[in-house]
């Protein structure tokens, strides 16, 4: 057994070289941050989550011709991912209004927006990823205005589709966050959706009764964070697999 290389560790996950080149092996930690990781928990079971909600998406998102870097799942926290060059950008589509939108703009949380709306936000934590406007993205080169294009036209499918699986298991999809990456062939790049989709980087509201069902319950001390992971895989239908969650805890 050979000592993998670590590739890149963040917040929430880690990257090892893959088993083949243009391969990389993403490991979901258990770890749980906030405010740009001034507020930190170990929240036992969440990588165990994240990695199964987050790969039934991006094969589900595949089946509908949305190209993204999944590959396949290889344990309980590892997913087989394709390499790619991040695009540092953080791309938010929201539905409804809430967390920084409704303070920025003083909209009460949960009023719905007129059309969904796109945000890029800078990933740069000494920053604390400022909201940018495609003429700083053009300007400072993280991304052409043909991959600005790809962006929004896939986030806007990835929106598409993603309201209507939530919907059809009654979660309303508030907001969520996407990330891509450009993978080469020859002289030319193809963007792909890279990262996760998941609890952490989506708001899901019970539609009944607008009980969260995602990161905000961590960020806003709510409580019963591992329970509604659960309970929007066990919506999904993929908690057939899922190991048993006995408080709190994935086992
Ligand atoms: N989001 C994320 N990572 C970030 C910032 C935001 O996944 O670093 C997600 C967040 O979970 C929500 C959406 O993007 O689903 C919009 O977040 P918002 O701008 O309202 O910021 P927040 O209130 O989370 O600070």
Known sequence: MTRRKKIYEGKAKILYEGPEPGTLIQYFKDD?????AQKKAVLEGKGVLNNRISEYIMTRLNGIGVQNHFIKR??????LIKEVEIIP????CRNIAAGSLSQRLGLPEGQQLPRSII?????NDALNDPMVTEEHITAFNWASTQEIDDMLAMTLRVNDFLCGMFGAVGITLVDFKCEY???WEGDFSRVLLADEISPDSCRLWDSATNEKLDKDRFRRDLG???ESYTEVARRLGIMKEMPTVIQGGVH
């Open 119 to 123: 945000e890029f936000y800078y990933k």
């Open 181 to 183: 990456g450009r993978v």
């Open 32 to 36: 749980a941050t906030a405010f740009n």
């Open 74 to 79: 290889l344990n309980l926290r590892e997913q």
């Open 224 to 226: 019963n964070v591992i």
């Open 89 to 92: 950008l953080e791309v938010v």
